[in-house]
């Protein structure tokens, strides 16, 4: 089986910052991109940023200029830094990962989510 477990949300104030954490684990044989969606109450999940397994990166327009993802290969990690966070960014985020295991074709697994709130 293959995990995802993400870490770091919670409640920031308008400006503030929060890194999120995402670690994969299990029987893992190769990731390609690595990524980060958002739900927010009402609305569909939308991409936030993603990053390839080259380390080709991209963002939302909303998260440009103020989000930035990055990956540990040797961790199977992805980071999502969010800075000048606004009471717009809150959302249930949720880590994506296309994952092979056994060199099979790789799927997209998810985390369970975590909740970010910016207060104003």
């Known amino acids: 089986q293959v995990q995802l477990v993400e870490s770091g949300g919670g409640l920031v104030q308008a400006g503030g910052s929060l890194r999120l954490s995402c670690a994969a684990s299990g029987s893992i044989f190769s990731i390609n991109a690595m990524g980060w969606y958002r739900q927010a109450p009402g609305k569909q999940r939308e991409l936030v940023a993603d990053i390839s397994s080259g380390g080709t990166t991209k963002y939302a327009d909303s998260a440009k200029g103020r989000f930035t993802i990055s990956r540990d290969h040797a961790k199977n990690t992805v980071y999502l830094q969010m800075n000048s966070l606004l009471p717009e960014d809150t959302a249930v985020y949720y880590c994506?990962?296309?994952?092979?295991?056994?060199?099979?074709?790789?799927?997209?697994?998810w985390g369970q989510g975590t909740q970010v709130t910016v207060s104003s």
């Open positions: 994506n990962a296309d994952i092979s295991r056994f060199n099979l074709r790789p799927v997209p697994y």
